[in-house]
């Protein structure tokens, strides 16, 4: 069973920064994709942004600018710089993974269990 736990939501006035991290455990040979993605209350969950092994990067365009994915793949860990927060970034953010639990078998897709951000003044 593999786990994702994110950290590191709150409140943060506008303008302000967030990081937030996910680190992954359980029984993982290895990650090729881990992501962030978000839900506000009322709209559908979204990508925000998306890092895979190798590195290459995808931002949601309105955030491409201010937020900055990182992973470190000996900790299996993902990070979601978030700059310049607007209140309407406030949101549950997800983590996301695809994950190879052994060598030569599926990618499987896991969650976290989600953290609040709020933007608010």
């Known amino acids: 069973q593999v786990q994702l736990v994110e950290s590191g939501g709150g409140l943060v006035q506008p303008g302000g920064s967030l990081r937030l991290s996910c680190a992954a455990s359980?029984?993982?040979?290895?990650?090729?994709?881990m992501a962030w993605y978000r839900q506000a209350p009322g709209k559908q969950r979204e990508l925000v942004a998306s890092i895979a092994s190798p590195g290459s990067t995808n931002y949601a365009d309105s955030m491409k600018d201010r937020f900055t994915i990182s992973r470190d793949n000996a900790k299996n860990t993902v990070d979601l710089q978030m700059n310049s927060l607007k209140p309407e970034d406030t949101a549950v953010y997800y983590c996301?993974?695809?994950?190879?639990?052994?060598?030569?078998?599926?990618?499987?897709?896991?969650w976290g269990q989600g953290t609040q951000v709020t933007v608010s003044s």
């Open positions: 359980g029984s993982l040979f290895s990650i090729y994709r």
């Open positions: 996301n993974a695809d994950v190879r639990v052994r060598p030569g078998t599926a990618l499987y897709n896991y």
